[in-house]
C-alpha cells in the first residue's frame, strides 16, 4: 500500500514540473517573439536605440541566437554609420554602411536605408574632392595676389547649392575666410592705387609749376611745396610707417639694396621696383615663410 502511494505521489510531481518547465519555455517563447517583432517594428519607425533593446531583451529569452545577435549587430552598425556621417568621418561611415548591406538574414528594412547611405556618401567625398581642388586654386592664386582671380574661382563654390550643407561646413568657413582675406587685399591694393595717383598728379602740377616761373616753389601751395619736400622719386611719401616695417622694425635702405641683388639673382626685375614694392616683397616672403629668393622665382619672374 505504501509503495503504492510514493509511486502516484513521483508520477504527480513530475508532472507537475513538466506542466511548469512547459508553461515556462511556452512564456518565454512568447516573450522572444514579442521582442523581435517590436525590434523589427522600432526599426521600421527609425527608433534605432529602441530597437537595440529588444533585440537584447530577445538574446536573453534566448542566449546565443543567431537571428537575433544578427538583428542586434546589423541595427548596431547602422546607428555607427549615422554617428560617423554627423561628425563628418565620411569614410568610416561608408565602411558601416556597406557592412549593414552585406549582413544576410536580418533587416532588409536596413539594407534599403543603408544602400541608399553609401551612394550619399560617396557623392558628398566626390564633392569634397572636388571642392577641395578649387579652393586650392583660389588660395594660389590669393598667395599671388591675384585676389579677384581668387574670388572669381571662389564663385564656383559658393554658387553651388550643394556647398552650404552641413557635410561641407568646414570648407565652406574656409571659402568665406579668403573671400575675406581677398577683399581686404583688394580695397589694400585700390588704396595705394589711389595714393600713388593723387601723389603723381601733385608732383607733376608742381614740376611744371616750377619750370613755367623759373623758380622750384615760387608758385607752390603750401601742401604742395610739403609734398615736393617729401617726394623721393618712388611716392615714398605716400606708405604709412608701419608699411615700412618687416616684424616691427623700419626696413633700412641697406636691407633694401641687399633685397634688390637678391630679386634679381633669382630672377626678377628689382631695378624696375620702388623702394616699397621691394618692401612689400620683403614683408610678403615673410608672411608666406618663404625666403626672398624662393618667392622671387614663384611670384616676381
Known sequence: ????????????????????????????????????????????????????????????RRLNDKPAQRYLTQTQRFVSAENALSDLKFASAESHYTAVVNTTNASNVLVTRAKAKVKQVKDIRANVKQFKKILKTASGQNLAL??????????????????RQKYYKDLYDQALALRKANNAGQSAATSSASSTSSSSSAAASSSSSSTSTGSSSASLTSSEQ??????SGSNEYTVTQKQKELNGKTITAGQIDSARKTINAAGGQADAMSDQDVRV?????????????????????
Open 1 to 60: 500500500m505504501k509503495k503504492w502511494v510514493w509511486v502516484v505521489a513521483t508520477i504527480v510531481v513530475a508532472l507537475l514540473i513538466g506542466g511548469y518547465a512547459y508553461s515556462n519555455h511556452h512564456a518565454t517563447a512568447k516573450e522572444y517573439q514579442a521582442a523581435m517583432a517590436n525590434g523589427r517594428t522600432a526599426i521600421q519607425a527609425k527608433h534605432y536605440t529602441q530597437a537595440e533593446s529588444y533585440f537584447q531583451n530577445a538574446l536573453k
Open 281 to 301: 616683397a620683403l614683408q610678403t616672403a615673410s608672411k608666406k615663410n618663404m625666403s626672398l629668393t624662393q618667392y622671387t622665382k614663384q611670384y616676381l619672374k
Open 146 to 163: 591675384n585676389y579677384g582671380q581668387s574670388n572669381t574661382t571662389l564663385d564656383e563654390l559658393f554658387n553651388n547649392a550643394k556647398f
Open 226 to 231: 610739403a609734398a615736393a619736400n617729401n617726394y
